[in-house]
């Protein structure tokens, strides 16, 4: 199984980023996906998760109205579209997944991506 998230980089306060998480080696539509980060001197966090059959998706308090997650069932890929993001918002993101939906919102996914850099200026 493989999970690899990309889409990171720098962006101005303001600005908008996409991250996308594709995965191998399971059944993609089986799966929840969720998105954590972890920025410098903190712990990981959770973002934001989608059902395995897309239609409930929760999302973190400091997140909410910014960021939206999706999947799409045939590239096997998962998104996260961040707008207005704020220097707090800098951090390493994660994709994670797992057929248990608790596990997204207790940060314990049996599969991890990698991680992809989100770097916000001021």
């Known amino acids: 199984v493989q999970l690899q998230a990309s889409g990171g980089g720098l962006v101005q306060a303001g600005g908008s980023l996409r991250l996308s998480c594709a995965v191998t080696?399971?059944?993609?539509?089986?799966?929840?996906m969720g998105w954590f980060r972890q920025a410098p001197g903190r712990e990981r966090e959770f973002v934001s998760a989608?059902?395995?059959?897309?239609?409930?998706?929760i999302y973190a308090n400091p997140v909410k109205g910014r960021f939206t997650i999706s999947k799409d069932n045939a590239r096997s890929t998962m998104y996260l579209q961040m707008n207005s993001l704020k220097p707090e918002d800098t951090a390493v993101y994660y994709c994670?997944?797992?057929?248990?939906?608790?596990?997204?919102?207790?940060?314990?996914?049996?599969?991890w991506g990698q991680g992809t850099l989100v770097t916000v200026s001021s």
């Open positions: 994670g997944a797992d057929t248990s939906w608790t596990a997204m919102t207790t940060l314990r996914p049996a599969y």
């Open positions: 989608i059902h395995w059959t897309g239609v409930l998706t």
């Open positions: 080696g399971l059944t993609f539509s089986n799966y929840a």
